[in-house]
């Protein structure tokens, strides 16, 4: 299934952190912040869960 994936990071360094992940995970990139990925439910998951611990490492206002 696709997955349309789309951020709004002020920092650079988290950034690019998320888009480095993504384009390791398949994710083919649309827009800066736009990313398109092939995932099945269990890799969904998965990705979804990183993203989620990057986000409380950092103190932040940013949506992903």
Request: hydrophobic share 40%; aromatic share 10%; glycine share 4%.
């Amino acid at each position: 299934m696709y997955n349309l994936l789309i951020y709004d990071i002020e920092e650079n360094k988290i950034r690019t952190h998320i888009a480095k992940l993504l384009e390791r995970k398949g994710g083919i990139r649309i827009q800066k912040s736009v990313f398109v990925l092939d995932l099945s439910e269990a890799k969904k998951m998965e990705l979804y869960r990183e993203l989620w611990e990057i986000q409380q490492v950092y103190v932040n206002d940013d949506t992903i």
